[in-house]
């Protein structure tokens, strides 16, 4: 092979091309703790790289590691100075979460590298094999040669010796995270953003993202070819600033980790805590504020166009609309109520004009402190809404008052959002300025004891551990696009999907429980579900803030409601019965507070008879189950509502037949008698 040919399939990476060609070189090796991985990593010709292995199996061939600096490459003229092995094992326990307990094993391979002349700068790369799979990251240390640094590309790769189908969404036009995450061979994808999910074969799968996102760009991935005949190499490519640099640093300085989870099945990859366990321990010393809950929401009228956020006759916002979202709160049991358009700075084009709002300045039809007071003695509490319009110097500059404020008035949660794709009008939200303004919002929030539900965020990486007030996130297509959007809304495939890719990255404020699928404005576009996936969708889709996502009149007399208002957000387990990626889903979760269990199980298009054992409830014991589920004829396209609730005493030798109609789904609460 020619030196440009190899050049070409390496993507014009020397330390790629030596790898592929050298062999001399250093080789540490680290197994899992069940030995089940091991990974292989070294020097060699100067260049850092790693490997990763299942068994015999390999699942990544040597790929390249290291940097281009503002002054030129930091991966191709290291000599390893140091091997550095250790083991670690700990439990610790979730305010919230999918379960109560998280186990932290790994063992740990750090090599400490010094170039091999010239500046003789260090860098060390750490890498903590888990049984589920493997992060690594790279950390400069004090010294007198690097201080201040530019990092204008990371060169992390990762060469499959195959190509897989992978779902993702591509970096290069979308906005927000709000698209349609699709299937395809990694070979034939253009840009990808992390997660991106790898289904190698029917018991090979594997999720690429990165942890503890902290100061530093947004990982994104660029497929190219490897010198394997179907080998795809996917190379870090990092969200820029405006002005075309990736990073701003100072040594010391740690990046984010690169993660890879491997499992067997689809399930194994939402049960990883990996991702969780690479953030640092939590640094709040008093959690107990933190509340997860159920809220509804001054909302769905504005995306229906009942309302307005503006000023105007058909403000919602307005006192009295606002007390009888309250008054509904607390009948019902919701420990919340968004109001969204309260403030100042709607009026116009509130995109453009972020630097309009006013956080602390109410609308004079929205009496702010009456409700907060009212709100409060109905044992309900305000939701705060800050729509920035991508304004984040704006909002920065009020955040000291407008949180102080809230928390005088016993507002302890905050929707933030920044609609407009670049923040203050430069940068992108997924660049380092945009991570460095979430992580100060996040902070800020927690010195006032506000809990965060982030829209419009950069990609979510396991923060919640180290600041659990970060609730949960948008950066995902969700139920709003079943309002406007122009296709129609959300396919029936979509949530059957996003528990394997976007899920992956942390909690989603998806918005679930639309009941009323009528839309004035574009006839055509409605939740592309039955109304019994909708209540599904409340234990699919995991968020410790869960709204009931329709206006409240809605609700009224609506049998199905129950479900909604029994199903908790926060659980002390979870099981992944049965599940295809983008087919159908099966979820249980075990209540935090009682004995009991709910379930949720979700179909794409195409109806299915699943069967349940209910082999997760404890032996001997005796359940009622409350089953949801589509009733007769019903279908997404053409008769969402139809819906049957039944009872039945259940134990863990039942097995339950479960009759998913076309995009529909099963909702079951099963309470311990
Ligand atoms: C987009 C958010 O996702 C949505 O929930 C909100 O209503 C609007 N922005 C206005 O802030």
Same mark, same amino acid.
């Given at each position: ?42 020097? &060699? ?15 990544? =061939? ?33 305010? /919230? $979460? ?42 400069? +240390? ?12 990371? &060169? ?10 992978? /779902? ?57 070819? @490897? ?72 909302? /769905? ?7 307005? /956020? ?10 009295? @609309? ?25 009026? $116009? ?11 602390? &300045?109410p609308y004079p039809d929205y009496d702010l402190k009456k409700l907060a007071d009212y709100a409060r003695q109905k044992g309900v509490r305000l939701i705060g809404h800050n729509e920035t319009g991508g304004a984040a110097t704006n909002y920065e500059q009020q955040l000291d008052s407008a949180y102080a404020l809230y928390r005088s008035l016993g507002i302890n949660a905050v929707k933030t959002g920044y609609v407009n794709p670049m923040l203050d009008h430069k940068e992108l939200q997924h660049s380092q300025?945009?991570? !460095?303004?979430? !992580? ?13 539900? =982030? ?6 990486? $396991? ?93 009224? @007399? ?14 002390? &387990?979870?099981?992944? +019965? ?14 935090? @507070? ?44 053409? =008769? ?23 995009? $529909? ?9």
């Amino acid at each position: 092979m020619n030196i440009d040919r190899l050049k070409r399939l390496t993507g014009n990476c020397l330390c790629a091309l030596l790898l592929t060609a050298c062999s001399s070189g250093t080789a540490e090796t680290l197994q899992s703790p069940d030995g089940r991985l091991s990974l292989t990593a070294g020097v &060699k010709d100067g260049c850092p790289y790693y490997s990763l292995a299942q068994g015999t199996e390999t699942l990544i =061939n040597p790929s390249a590691l290291g940097f281009i600096l503002e002054d030129g490459p930091l991966d191709d003229n290291f000599r390893l100075k140091e091997v550095r092995h250790s083991t670690f094992d700990e439990t610790w326990a979730q305010p /919230w $979460g999918e379960e109560v307990e998280v186990r932290n094993h790994y063992n740990e391979l750090t090599l400490d590298l010094e170039e091999r002349n010239g500046l003789k700068r260090r860098l060390s790369i750490v890498f903590r094999l888990f049984d589920d799979g493997l992060g690594f990251r790279y950390v400069f +240390p004090e010294q007198e040669n690097l201080k201040q640094f530019v990092i204008m590309d990371e &060169k992390t790769e990762y060469a499959f010796p195959w190509d897989a189908k992978a /779902w993702s969404i591509p970096t290069n036009g979308t906005k927000y995270y709000e698209a349609l995450f699709t299937a395809s061979p990694l070979s034939r994808k253009d840009t990808i953003s992390t997660p991106v999910t790898l289904e190698v074969n029917d018991s090979l799968y594997m999720v690429l993202h990165e942890a503890d996102l902290t100061d530093y760009a947004s990982l994104n991935l660029t497929p190219g070819t @490897n010198k394997q005949e179907k080998g795809v190499t996917l190379r870090a490519a990092l969200t820029p600033w405006s002005t075309g640099e990736k990073v701003f640093a100072a040594a010391p300085f740690a990046t984010p980790w690169r993660t890879i989870i491997v499992g067997k099945t689809p399930g194994d990859l939402m049960l990883s805590r990996l991702m969780l366990n690479l953030n640092e321990p939590c640094k709040l010393e008093d959690t107990s504020w933190i509340e997860p809950g159920r809220y509804v929401g001054i909302w /769905w009228g504005m995306h229906m166009e009942k309302y307005t /956020w503006a000023q105007g006759p058909k403000h919602g916002a307005t006192t009295a @609309n606002t007390m009888r979202y309250i008054d509904f709160a607390a009948k019902h049991g919701f420990s919340g109520v968004l109001v969204e358009g309260w403030n100042y700075g709607w009026d $116009g084009d509130w995109t453009e004009n972020g630097d309009a709002f006013s956080f602390t &300045k109410p609308y004079p039809d929205y009496d702010l402190k009456k409700l907060a007071d009212y709100a409060r003695q109905k044992g309900v509490r305000l939701i705060g809404h800050n729509e920035t319009g991508g304004a984040a110097t704006n909002y920065e500059q009020q955040l000291d008052s407008a949180y102080a404020l809230y928390r005088s008035l016993g507002i302890n949660a905050v929707k933030t959002g920044y609609v407009n794709p670049m923040l203050d009008h430069k940068e992108l939200q997924h660049s380092q300025y945009g991570v !460095r303004h979430y !992580r100060k919002v996040i902070v800020t929030a927690a010195r006032y004891g506000i809990m965060i539900d =982030n829209h419009e965020p950069a990609m979510p990486t $396991g923060l919640q551990r180290t600041y659990p007030n970060l609730m949960t996130q948008e950066g995902v297509r969700g139920q709003e696009y079943n309002a406007w959007s122009p296709d129609g809304g959300n396919p029936p495939e979509h949530t059957c999907i996003l528990p394997f890719t976007r899920g992956l990255a942390g909690p989603m404020d998806f918005t679930p429980g639309i009941f009323n699928f009528r839309n004035p404005v574009f006839p055509g576009t409605h939740p592309q579900t039955t109304l019994a996936k909708q209540l599904a969708l409340y234990v699919v889709l995991f968020s410790p803030l869960q709204m009931a996502a329709d206006m409240v009149e809605n609700y009224e @007399n609506q049998p199905a409601f129950s479900f909604i208002t029994s199903c908790p957000t926060t659980w002390a &387990k979870t099981i992944i +019965p049965d599940a295809k990626i983008g087919e159908f889903v099966t979820i249980a979760r075990k209540d935090r @507070n009682s004995e009991n269990w709910f379930v949720g199980s979700i179909t794409n298009a195409e109806a299915r008879t699943l069967e349940l054992p209910l082999d997760f409830l404890s032996p001997g014991a005796s359940y009622k189950a409350t089953v949801y589920e589509d009733g007769e004829g019903a279908d997404y396209k053409t =008769n969402p509502y139809p819906m049957k609730i039944t009872e039945e005493e259940v134990t863990a030798d039942s097995i339950l037949t479960l009759q998913l109609a076309p995009g $529909g789904g099963t909702a079951i609460r099963i309470e311990k008698l």
